[in-house]
């Protein structure tokens, strides 16, 4: 069993996140009952149809990579979504905010240190 490192927003992200939630919110025309009907996906991406809420919490958690035993940690590019090489890397996590497994912060330096 090892240990997971994922990526989360800065707070001040996250606040700018909730407020474009909030109005997308407010604005919705709640009588319309398609839009009911199909959750309230009023966004396209794509193929998909995302809700508000679906946009809300997109990107939000983005799994780093693992470490386990004392073993190299093993970075997981995510099919380079975010990031396709070390310096992209290396700017997208001091960007964010870096926790281990959900639970706690971590030091964005001290994951920087192993590679």
Known sequence: MGT???????????????????????????????????????????????????????GNSIHLGKRSSGWKFCWNFNDNKYYSNKEELLEFIRSRRVVMNMVKNYNQMNLLKWH
């Open 4 to 58: 997971n490192f994922y990526s989360i927003p800065k707070v001040e992200d996250l606040k700018k996140k909730r407020q474009k939630l909030i109005e997308q919110v407010q604005s919705m025309d709640i009588s319309n009952a398609g839009l009911c009907e199909d959750d309230f996906r009023i966004h396209e991406d794509g193929w998909d149809r995302l809700s508000p809420w679906d946009e809300f919490v997109n």
